[in-house]
């Protein structure tokens, strides 16, 4: 559906104003193991940098990203996806070599998924590769962030927050867009001292309900802003 009807994924308009903005270089840090934001920087034309190669099969490797790939040519920029949790195209063999094996319907014979999935060895497994790399670079894109985006994240995760929370905490701006905001999120930013915040959720009546730092709690009635194709509806003209 992505594919055949591009004009419909949300994600993809949202790239491409970033790109068109932003030195022609974003970052996305994610949790999730799927592959929407791929998807998304591909359909931009941008050249995607998750620490893997883009070949058919993709070795992992820790230089990766220290090429500067956003000046190279025939490309509309770089996205850097850090996916901290793994991802469902990643995979180790039994030499515990990791490659990116994309568009797979089975897993491949030998091979072992590489996805961090919650309980007991969660913690264990991030501590080699591909995740110290991919820990390390997302912990510095954050660090070196003038502002963040964050949709549908719930301030749940310990690895990722921790960093985030502190740079927001330094007064840079933050975005939240999300069905329902999570007691944690409020937490981390409203109750915390945050001074440059806007976060959106589902209000009771169908509306959107706002909590911002410059103008207040406040609701939009009729308009589902915390929507991320509706929202782009106020910043893309």
Excluded at 1 to 19: E, S, T
Excluded at 36 to 61: D, P, R, W
Excluded at 144 to 165: R, S
């Amino acid at each position: 559906k992505i594919i055949a009807d591009p004009n419909g994924f949300p994600l993809l308009r949202f790239i491409q104003y970033l790109l068109s903005t932003a030195d022609k270089k974003l970052t996305i840090v994610t949790t999730n193991y799927d592959r929407l934001g791929e998807y998304a920087a591909s359909l931009a034309k941008a050249v995607i940098c998750t620490g893997y190669a883009q070949n058919y099969m993709g070795h992992f490797s820790a230089q990766i990203h220290t090429n500067k790939f956003s000046a190279a040519r025939g490309f509309n920029g770089q996205v850097d996806i850090w996916k901290v949790h793994g991802s469902l195209d990643w995979f180790k063999n039994a030499q515990d070599e990791n490659f990116q094996l994309p568009l797979r319907h089975k897993k491949p014979e030998g091979f072992t998924p590489l996805i961090v999935t919650p309980g007991l060895s969660k913690y264990s497994e991030t501590h080699m590769e591909p995740y110290r790399t991919i820990f390390a670079q997302a912990d510095n894109a954050i660090a070196e962030a003038n502002g963040f985006f964050c949709l549908g994240y719930g301030f749940n995760d310990a690895h990722v927050q921790p960093k985030l929370i502190a740079e927001i905490k330094n007064n840079k701006p933050i975005v939240v867009l999300t069905k329902q905001l999570t007691p944690k999120t409020k937490q981390s930013i409203i109750d915390n001292g945050c001074k440059n915040y806007i976060l959106f959720e589902e209000a009771p009546d169908g509306g959107t309900q706002v909590f911002s730092s410059s103008f207040g709690d406040f609701i939009i009635p009729g308009q589902s802003t915390w929507v991320l194709e509706e929202y782009l509806k106020l910043i893309i003209s």
